[in-house]
């Protein structure tokens, strides 16, 4: 299948960054791609509230067409949402629980055995806003992968944030916002997310 590459409006802002609204607006509208992005949404839409295990199973089955990649034995729980899917990883024997939010924008990696409370998210990309002449939704985004290790715990309504590395057998606790590089076998809580032992 062939790559979104969502990222064709960011490369051609950055090329001229002086760029007036109505000139960025007629970028943009060149270089979504409304089609594919379409596809992927509509087709998944169609499962993406279906009840486990059969939905688990479709959805499975839906996403293993338009992720980078996805091994076996992983759960896809209903509500889960999962956008520029060509630059997510998931491992085998993942759960990802309901309505996680994952932002492949700038690479999300997610290694095997790993445990995904519901309503996290995990955002790889921030909005550009320093020009003031220009709407924020149309400033370049800023990606930065981020790679969640084997054996990692991540608990409800936990935010990881672009750039972040967490690292094998590291527990998240619920509602902690990370913005730093967790190491392994580190438990973190709190927002900003904080060492508070070692497993």
């Known amino acids: 299948m062939a790559s979104f590459n969502g990222r064709e409006m960011e490369k051609k802002k950055a090329l001229a960054p002086n760029k007036t609204l109505s000139e960025i607006m007629a970028l943009k509208r060149k270089s979504i791609p409304y089609v594919r992005y379409g596809h992927y949404f509509t087709i998944y839409g169609l499962v993406k509230y279906i009840p486990p295990p059969v939905g688990d199973l479709l959805r499975y089955g839906v996403l293993k067409f338009?992720?980078?990649?996805?091994?076996?034995?992983?759960?896809?729980?209903?509500?889960?949402?999962?956008?520029?899917?060509?630059?997510?990883?998931?491992?085998?024997?993942?759960?990802?629980n309901e309505f996680v939010f994952i932002n492949g924008?700038?690479?999300?990696?997610i290694g095997n055995w790993v445990r995904i409370a519901h309503?996290?998210?995990?955002?790889?990309?921030?909005?550009?806003?320093?020009?003031?002449d220009i709407p924020i939704s149309l400033q370049k985004k800023k990606?930065?992968?981020?790679?969640?290790?084997?054996?990692?715990?991540?608990?409800?309504?936990?935010?990881?944030?672009?750039g972040v590395k967490v690292g094998k057998g590291a527990v998240i606790g619920a509602?902690?916002?990370?913005?730093?590089?967790v190491p392994n076998f580190a438990v973190v809580v709190g927002n900003p997310a904080k060492i508070i032992k070692y497993r």
């Open 175 to 181: 509602g902690s916002v990370v913005t730093k590089d």
């Open 105 to 109: 924008y700038g690479g999300v990696e």
């Open 66 to 96: 338009y992720l980078k990649g996805i091994s076996k034995k992983t759960w896809i729980k209903d509500g889960v949402t999962i956008s520029y899917p060509e630059n997510v990883s998931i491992g085998s024997n993942c759960t990802l």
């Open 143 to 162: 990606g930065k992968k981020i790679v969640i290790g084997d054996d990692v715990w991540i608990g409800c309504d936990v935010k990881i944030l672009k």
């Open 119 to 132: 309503r996290t998210s995990i955002i790889s990309e921030d909005h550009g806003y320093k020009r003031r």
